[in-house]
RNA sequence: GGGCCUGUAGCUCAGCCAGGUAGAGCAAUCGGCUCUUAACCGAUCGGUCGGGGGUUCGAAUCCCUCCAGGCCCGCCA
């Protein structure tokens, strides 16, 4: 007994003088400071099409890192997202004109524009995903893979990598337990013919040079015929293997942490395989690792074919960017998150509920830590994070007033701000009453009197509220007039307020009834309220 | 065939790594604010921590197992 009790006390103590819970960024940077002092964080996307929110997570994440690393000073720090633009062209995305067909296999850097705006496919894309980063305070150091074999920024790797070839098999081999054919190459050159990369089967290495013929290769189990062509290719013109591309990568830019998703995290993946090959091939230790879990669309895998596909451009529409990367960092990278724009509301009233504790106008409740909710209100912020009492236009009253009145001024005076500052987000808002909005949160006036029995004693409460309606709707008096009336008549205020909801929303309940009834014309409200149409 | 993640209050999630009084926000309910529904404030309600077993003085937390959901690898990346 005694003995139990010390060990509570003991443990209570403990955990009294332990510092708060951290969040997950900062013990990464905690991590990699003690690793060392210069840090280099990848990113980055397979072009295939549109860049969608989970694509933009992994540079998200990566941005947490970068931030929380910033805090701690490192000698050097950079955030990279790489284009991995020299992957083939698998699938021609819905939406596409079909004859993108005629590209499959290619390079994806090496397809044309889709609406001629732009120098090629992948800029299209790229340059949209970069610009909402941007947008959401995320400029990274843009890195082309095409452009690196172009350069011979990979030549070196390519040919310490061909030369190693028989043990970066057996690395395979061990690791997942792949057999690569003895004739493997590590480097797939493109056709100089037919532009294609997925066909091409290295024959033999000399020199700086690889001997290829386009035989023909599987995409997405869809048979690509190659051109038959054989030729020669240098190492500037090619690709290499995903595994020892990745590796190659993190030896050259000196890559010291990477966000990925379990595809490469699994056992035996990608990142076991790169890691050994990063180590014993090129010499340099693997980054750490920030696995995450993929980002859902309202409880579905966002995939071109279900056509839920979410970018960071279509959300901008919707919220402001804070939200959007309070989304990604209020729970751990591995939390499975569920991005569902029904729920919005809710997402953008917790970010709310974050940023009142964190300027103070609301204090934290004893289970909630100040510390973690300083983080993530900061990796939260687009720029700097204000210290100050925040002037909050709330998500929620705004979804009521804007469906009131959508007047910038009359809503900016509403919440006691200036218009200019609202304007904004009054139309985030008001596209989402419009598209997402549950119904039991939408109403509308009803144009005519919504068909509904009163019972007699309502209905003398309604007329004399009308009477008294005539000479004054100044909003006080509305609430005192409601509350004399309904005493004198013996009904509760309840009944009273349901019945006014009732005659003019024909629904049971609304928005603060004042504020309804400031936005609409005294005629027409005082004869609704008689009952006369 | 191999692996990962998730399951805690109606909803969204903390807490799990380093076992020690089950938490927050939102919703709901009730009340307050000279202004009673949905801008604010307070209080209340709400959970056999997915099930079972084990280790332990003590398990949401560690181990085993089962169930449910989501996903990945086993082509390429």
Redesign the pocket.
């Known amino acids: 007994m005694d003995l139990?009790l010390s060990?509570?006390v003991f443990?209570?103590y403990i955990l009294q003088i332990?510092p708060e819970?951290m969040h997950w960024a900062d013990a990464i940077a905690q991590e990699l400071m003690r690793r060392s002092d210069e840090h280099a964080i990848a990113t980055g996307t397979?072009i295939s099409g549109r860049i969608h929110l989970g694509n933009a997570g992994d540079v998200i994440f990566g941005d947490g890192a970068y931030r929380a690393l910033e805090k701690l000073s490192p000698s050097s720090l950079k955030l990279i997202w790489f284009s991995?633009d020299m992957?083939?062209f698998?699938r021609v995305p819905a939406g596409l004109d079909p004859s993108f067909e005629r590209y499959l296999g290619m390079p994806v850097s090496s397809i044309p524009c889709p609406d001629k705006c732009c120098s090629s496919f992948v800029e299209h894309y790229s340059t949209i995903f970069l610009n909402s980063l941007k947008k959401l305070g995320i400029e990274p150091e843009v890195h082309s893979t095409t452009d690196m074999y172009f350069k011979g920024i990979y030549e070196n790797s390519i040919k310490k990598a061909i030369e190693k070839k028989d043990e970066i098999r057996k690395i395979f081999k061990e690791v997942s337990g792949?057999d690569r054919p003895k004739d493997w190459m590590p480097f797939t050159p493109v056709c100089e013919n037919c532009g294609r990369i997925s066909t091409t089967k290295p024959l033999s290495y000399e020199d700086g040079s690889i001997e290829y013929r386009c035989e023909g290769g599987?995409?997405?189990g869809k048979l690509i015929e190659g051109c038959g062509h054989k030729g020669h290719s240098d190492l500037k013109h090619g690709k290499l293997?995903?595994?020892v591309?990745?590796a190659a990568r993190w030896a050259i830019f000196g890559i010291t942490c990477e966000p990925f998703g379990?595809?490469h995290?699994?056992?035996?993946?990608?990142y076991d395989t790169s890691s050994i090959i990063s180590r014993e091939i090129f010499g340099w230790d693997p980054p750490l690792p920030l696995q995450y879990?993929?980002v859902?669309v309202g409880g579905?895998?966002m995939a071109k074919s279900i056509g839920n596909i979410m970018t960071v451009k279509d959300l901008l529409n919707y919220l402001e960017p804070e939200v959007i990367r309070f989304f990604f960092f209020?729970?751990?990278p591995?939390?499975?998150?569920?991005f569902d724009m029904v729920?919005l509301m809710?997402l953008a009233?917790?970010y709310e509920?974050v940023e009142r504790i964190y300027r103070g106008s609301?204090s934290p409740?004893p289970?909630?830590d100040e510390g973690e909710i300083k983080s993530i209100y900061e990796l939260s912020q687009v720029g700097e994070a204000v210290k100050e009492k925040p002037i909050q236009m709330?998500f929620?009253?705004l979804v009521?007033l804007v469906q009131v009145n959508d007047d910038v001024n009359w809503i900016a005076s509403?919440?006691?701000v200036e218009p200019d500052k609202v304007e904004k987000k009054i139309q985030l808002v008001e596209r989402w009453v419009e598209e997402f909005c549950p119904p039991?949160?939408k109403?509308q006036v009803s144009p005519e009197l919504p068909g509904v029995e009163l019972p007699p004693v309502l209905k003398e409460f309604l007329q004399k509220l009308s009477k008294s309606l005539e000479k004054d709707v100044r909003e006080?008096e509305v609430?005192?007039r409601i509350?004399k009336l309904?005493s004198e008549l013996g009904i509760s205020?309840?009944e009273a307020?349901?019945a006014?909801?009732l005659v003019l929303l024909g629904k049971d309940?609304?928005?603060?009834?004042t504020?309804l009834m400031k936005s609409l014309d005294k005629n027409f409200l005082v004869k609704r309220l008689r009952l006369e149409g």
Not at 265 to 270: L, N, T
Not at 334 to 338: A, E, M, N, P, Q
């Open positions: 139990e060990f509570k443990k209570l332990l819970r397979s991995d992957d083939p698998r792949a599987v995409v997405r293997s995903w595994r591309e990745w379990k595809e995290a699994v056992s035996g993946g990608s879990e993929h859902l579905k895998k209020r729970s751990r591995i939390t499975h998150k569920d729920k809710q009233e917790e509920h609301e409740s289970r909630e709330p929620r009253s009521y509403r919440l006691g039991e949160m109403f006080k609430q005192d509350r309904s205020p309840k307020y349901r006014v909801y309940h609304g928005p603060r009834i504020t």
